[in-house]
T-cell receptor, first 113, second 114 residues
Framework: EAGVTQFPSHSVIEKGQTVTLRCDPISGHDNLYWYRRVMGKEIKFLLH????????ESGMPNNRFLAERTGGTYSTLKVQPAELEDSGVYFC???????????FGSGTRLTVV | AQSVSQHNHHVILSEAASLELGCNYS??????LFWYVQYPGQHLQLLLK??????LVKGIKGFEAEFIKSKFSFNLRKPSVQWSDTAEYFC????????????FGKGTMLLVSP
């Protein structure tokens, strides 16, 4: 079974630019999550999809972040325009049943300079 | 809202030493508890989990954790660490209410010297 795939693995962009991160969950997993870890801090929840619907987006920092999951398959997380404080590692996870844990991707390390 | 506290941010041990990493959570209701591990350059992996039943749970690679409900704790243990256990360890809690999401602690970086 293929795992959760994220790309790119690293991205370095300038402040003000746009970046789009992609996550391919495990096939058949209706639940897809985005988390972020800013350096030195804990891993924080951003957003939860159930199929193509946003179940909970309470963790999204501001309206510069836009997540989509068209067709309930892969998801994208766009940051526009990027700011310095957006730097961190963005994790995606998927699960068939969230109460029993998630499978995480390897993350995208975003650096905004 | 629930929170998770990991007591140690950095731990340095020699091989064969015993390990205990502390984790406390704050939430009055029913929870599921997890320990995840991230080895250098790799993704987060599930080490072990507690849902119900025996409060002493065993995970992969010789790790175990004990859920003490009265102390809101879920400490991770290993009797004898190896150099390959060098990694960052995260405690997480999942509240059993609605569409719950994982809340993580800040992580503990473990360095095992050979």
């Amino acid at each position: 079974e293929a795992g959760v795939t994220q790309f790119p693995s690293h991205s370095v962009i300038e402040k003000g630019q746009t970046v789009t991160l992609r996550c391919d969950p495990i096939s058949g997993h209706d639940n897809l999550y985005w988390y972020r870890r800013v350096m030195g801090k804990e891993i924080k929840f951003l957003l939860h999809f159930v199929k193509e619907s946003k179940q909970d987006e309470s963790g999204m920092p501001n309206n510069r972040f836009l997540a989509e999951r068209t067709g309930g398959t892969y998801s994208t997380l766009k940051v526009q325009p990027a700011e310095l404080e957006d730097s961190g590692v963005y994790f995606c996870a998927s699960s068939p049943n969230p109460r029993y844990g998630y499978t995480f991707g390897s993350g995208t390390r975003l650096t905004v300079v | 809202a629930q929170s998770v506290s990991q007591h140690n941010h950095h731990v340095i041990l020699s091989e064969a030493a015993s390990l205990e990493l502390g984790c406390n959570y704050s939430y009055g209701g029913t929870v599921n508890l997890f320990w995840y591990v991230q080895y250098p350059g790799q993704h987060l992996q599930l080490l072990l989990k507690y849902f119900s039943g025996d409060p002493l749970v065993k995970g992969i690679k010789g790790f175990e954790a004990e859920f003490i409900k009265s102390k809101f704790s879920f400490n991770l243990r290993k009797p004898s660490v190896q150099w390959s256990d060098t990694a960052e360890y995260f405690c997480a809690v999942n509240v059993l209410k609605g569409y719950s999401t994982l809340t993580f602690g800040k992580g503990t970086m473990l360095l095992v010297s050979p």
